[in-house]
């Protein structure tokens, strides 16, 4: 893949729930490649190049992509097809020629190689129209949404997947792509991102996959484990049921996403699939990891992921989830070097980088819940604190966490996300560990100048290190250690998160006070 010249990198700050990120822009597409460079094992089996050093062509019907594609020397010719306006099937029609093989009502990518398909302009729109890529390689999809493609009802198109890639088929990246459909199978639509019958090296990076039923499978059936090597990053997967993805057999990476509103499901490992899952942010929904709807079980690699607000069902036949305390059953080697950000800079930076029209950013793996802001670097040597009274003096003002909700990262046996904030210091929160946030909400911008943390009695000592977040913008407002009032400069925040990151042992806070002034 040849980089694009003269890069003029943009850095912006990505805001996060603690710790400070940069995403980087890069540069507008230019002729002859994509923008960046394949990442995941989409860069394993010789690399992902797509249609780099071939001819540009641009394109505003899906009839015009067929033609670029029949219009090459062979199947194999290398070609860039830039995309703009809306792809339908009122102006995609099938074009015969010894170069490709397509058909009406899809974009067909068939028995070809070295192609890549470039949303550019003001935006490519796929719309009910979905992409299928069969007996191919070499591969890139970037830049473009994909929406409403249906397997039932009219118009129907590539089977109900937005995106589907089936027989043989090796290197695809599909990047800064969103795809989307307005339900799941009882109104007509499928996955919105499978692979099945020998399907590998493949990277979804930096997209959006939102309102669904199914957001994809790797596998079509318990008997299809022909699939593998799949990488799965700085994605956000919002408001789906299930299939987060699917896994059947094979191998997959899936680090740095952001999963909102899972309804049913999410990564689901089953038939002896393998799941390396690491620093992803899981928020607002049900059972996010495990085997589920079979008894042929799969394995996970878990390792830096944040659960917040996640609920687990019971385990049972036919389904087998991995929490409330997710730990790893196997272990899954990287053959590639990619760069973490920390899992709780994940729901900011992918913000600002997943989907289509987003400015092709992303990050450059800096996040660290320990970073400091870049314009203020540590002192060499931290300045003495000064421990708190064991019991905190009254404040001024009402306790504004009174009436609030809560949250966390997790919650031991017998301990509640709420006891935090019911005014008793007799009930309490621990997280289900040594380490582990907790959280005080509101439904809009509460101004907050003053936090107490208070710990029940005969506890006293057990918090270590800790940092205060506002939550709304990731931005740090306090850091020490032992419970006790905290000041900081007023701040206009929904969620105030209280982060222990070491203790003395199990610890527990009884009562997180939130104050005006």
């Not at 301990?415 to 008793?424: A, I, L, M, P, R």
């Amino acid at each position: 893949m040849r980089r694009p010249v003269a890069l003029r990198l943009q850095a912006t700050l990505a805001t996060a729930a603690v710790g400070i990120a940069i995403v980087v822009t890069l540069p507008t597409p230019q002729a002859s490649a994509a923008v960046g460079s394949a990442t995941g094992y989409a860069t394993q089996n010789g690399g992902t190049t797509g249609g780099a050093g071939g001819q540009t062509v641009r394109a505003s019907t899906g009839t015009a992509i067929h033609a670029a594609l029949c219009g090459r020397t062979s199947s194999s010719t290398p070609i860039v097809i830039e995309v703009t306006g809306t792809i339908n099937h009122g102006n995609t029609s099938k074009v015969s020629g010894s170069s490709c093989n397509t058909a009406a009502g899809v974009i067909e990518l068939k028995q070809i190689s070295n192609v890549t398909i470039l949303g550019v302009g003001g935006g490519a729109v796929f719309d009910q129209l979905g992409i299928h890529i069969r007996d191919s390689s070499n591969i890139i999809i970037q830049n473009v949404t994909i929406r409403n493609v249906k397997k039932s009802g009219s118009p129907t198109s590539n089977g109900g997947d937005a995106i589907g890639m089936e027989s043989t088929v090796r290197n695809v990246w599909v990047d800064h792509v969103t795809l989307e459909a307005s339900g799941g199978e009882s109104e007509g639509y499928d996955g919105l991102f499978d692979m099945k019958d020998n399907t590998q090296y493949v990277t979804l990076s930096y997209s959006t996959l939102r309102n669904s039923g199914r957001g994809g499978l790797v596998g079509s059936s318990e008997s299809d484990l022909s699939n593998s090597f799949i990488t799965y990053h700085h994605n956000l997967y919002e408001n789906i049921d299930s299939r987060t993805p699917l896994l059947r057999g094979g191998t997959a990476h899936i680090y740095n996403n952001h999963y909102v509103s899972l309804r049913e499901s999410g990564i689901n490992s089953r038939a002896g699939a393998k799941a390396r899952v690491e620093n992803n942010y899981f928020q607002n929904s049900k059972d996010v990891l495990g085997t589920f709807y079979t008894n042929e079980r799969g394995f996970w690699q878990v390792s830096g992921n944040t659960f917040d607000n996640v609920t687990w069902s019971t385990a049972g036949n036919e389904n087998y989830p991995a929490g409330p305390n997710p730990t790893s059953n196997t272990t899954v080697g990287i053959p590639y070097s990619y760069s973490l950000d920390g899992a709780s800079c994940v729901p900011g930076v992918v913000r600002q980088t997943a989907g289509a029209n987003t400015g092709l950013k992303v990050s450059n793996g800096s996040c660290s819940p320990q970073t400091p802001p870049p314009t203020t670097p540590p002192p060499t040597t931290p300045p003495p604190t000064t421990p708190p009274p064991t019991t905190p003096p009254p404040p001024s003002g009402t306790n504004l966490s009174l009436g609030a909700g809560a949250d966390g990262s997790s919650k031991a046996s017998g301990t509640s996300f709420g006891n935090v904030k019911d005014g008793s210091i007799s009930t309490y929160w621990s997280p289900a560990g040594s380490t582990g946030s907790i959280s005080v909400k509101w439904g809009s911008a509460t101004r907050v100048s003053r936090v107490i943390i208070r710990e029940p009695s005969g506890t006293q000592g057990s918090i270590g290190s800790w940092q205060l977040v506002n939550s709304d913008t990731g931005g740090v407002l306090a850091s020490g250690s032992g419970a006790g009032p905290i000041s900081f400069s007023a701040t206009s925040s929904s969620k105030i998160t209280f982060r222990i990151n070491s203790s003395g042992g199990v610890p527990r806070v009884g009562e997180f006070e939130t104050y005006a002034s």
